[in-house]
Nanobody
Framework: QVHLVESGGGLVQAGGSLRLSCAAS????????MGWFRQAPGKEREFVSR????????YYADSVKGRFTISRDNAKNTVYLQMNTLKPEDTAVYYC??????????????????WGQGTQVTVSS
């Protein structure tokens, strides 16, 4: 069982930056690949980024590539999402998720076993 808690969301102007954190419980965090998803009002939850537990391979949605960076600190049981050059269309609730698979690109929500409660990110124009 993995319990995930996101933090770091807030209100920022377009062009600004935020860093989201996702703290995980449990001693097996290092064995989970971690993902970030987001959901805007009236839209489906969509993949943002992923970092695998094996080799720390990273993946990004085209819409955030070059602006967002995912990283993890296994000693702190935490995964981060650094978001730069934010745009109004980045406004959404951001969720972190844990996947038992140690490698591969998993962009579907059903690939993930555990989810956090989400943190709101609002980008004003």
């Amino acid at each position: 069982q993995v319990h995930l808690v996101e933090s770091g969301g807030g209100l920022v102007q377009a062009g600004g930056s935020l860093r989201l954190s996702c703290a995980a419980s449990g001693r097996t965090f290092s064995s989970y690949s971690m993902g970030w998803f987001r959901q805007a009002p009236g839209k489906e939850r969509e993949f943002v980024s992923r970092i695998t537990s094996r080799e720390y391979t990273t993946y990004y949605a085209d819409s955030v590539k070059g602006r967002f960076t995912i990283s993890r600190d296994n000693a702190k049981n935490t995964v981060y999402l650094q978001m730069n050059t934010l745009k109004p269309e980045d406004t959404a609730v951001y969720y972190c998720a844990a996947d038992r698979a140690m490698s591969g690109k998993a962009t579907l929500t059903l690939s993930y076993d555990y989810w956090g409660q989400g943190t709101q990110v609002t980008v004003s124009s």
